[in-house]
């Protein structure tokens, strides 16, 4: 699936606490490298912690210590700039598979001032991002997997990871949020979601109705799953929903972790 991932590290206070979700995720994800990597930004005031020699001893000592932990291949790489597009930049070159990051919870107005890694590489990035809340908990293994989806084209990747994450009899959810004034064409995305569940008897279909950013929140909060896939930016017919936005507002407020797919 996801073999070689980037892993964003911050040394934020929850950075610690986030990654305590990583081990159960990367087994699901099959996930067999982990390149770390620490972005000194450069435009800001550097303290003596921030030195490539310090940094480098801590990604090194890390990286060393996830490896045997967690059983995976792990190396590192020190990067200088505005994180996202060095993050963005390194996966690139290693021809990675996705990249993993934490996201604090700011609210969209704080990220104006304060910034937000995490939704700068969601705008940025093409590969997939896993997003991690640094007040997550690890999952269990009976965790279901939910599908967030629109039925655009754009979500197809996203649903076939889904397909791979529930073959071994994962319990999945596909999850489509229609509006009280959808036209008729909603009636297809309907069809489409019943016909995915269909196809396991370990996976469901919900079809809400009311908007679909505040919905999916909802039963994120009340499932509790492992994992939830959705698509990066819908191309749907249905004018009034806008998955971009949908994704964007997720992946900020999600208490469980996100897998973002362009």
């Not at 604090?104 to 940025?124: C, D, I, P, V, Y």
């Amino acid at each position: 699936m996801l073999s070689h991932m980037i892993l964003s590290v911050d040394y934020s206070d929850g950075w610690e606490q986030a990654v305590k979700q990583l081990p159960a995720l990367l087994i699901r994800l099959q996930v067999r490298k982990l390149t770390l990597t620490y972005v000194i930004e450069t435009h800001r005031r550097r303290h003596v912690e921030d030195s490539d020699e310090a940094v480098e001893r801590k990604l090194k000592d890390m990286a060393r210590q996830l490896a045997e932990e967690w059983e995976v291949e792990t190396d590192f790489e020190l990067r200088h700039g505005f994180v996202a597009s060095r993050i963005v930049e390194l996966a690139r070159h290693h021809e990675a598979d996705g990249i993993i990051c934490c996201n604090t919870h700011h609210s969209a107005g704080r990220e104006l001032f304060m910034g937000n890694n995490a939704m700068n590489l969601a705008r940025m990035t093409r590969l997939p991002l896993l997003v991690l809340p640094v007040d997550g908990r690890p999952s269990f293994t009976q965790s279901p997997v939910y599908l967030a989806t629109d039925g655009s084209d754009c979500a197809e990747r996203a649903s076939a990871l889904f397909h791979k994450l529930v073959e071994d009899g994962t319990e999945g959810r596909v999850i489509w949020v229609r509006p009280e004034d959808a036209p008729s064409e909603a009636d297809k995305v309907d069809e489409m979601v019943h016909t995915i569940a269909n196809r396991k008897v370990n996976v469901h279909a919900t079809i809400p109705r009311g908007r679909p950013a505040q919905e999916l929140l909802h039963l994120i909060q009340e499932g509790q799953p492992a994992l939830t896939l959705i698509g990066k930016r819908g191309t749907t017919p249905i004018t009034e929903i806008a998955l971009g936005h949908t994704a964007e507002t997720v992946v900020r407020e999600s208490h469980q972790p996100v897998l973002l797919m362009p």
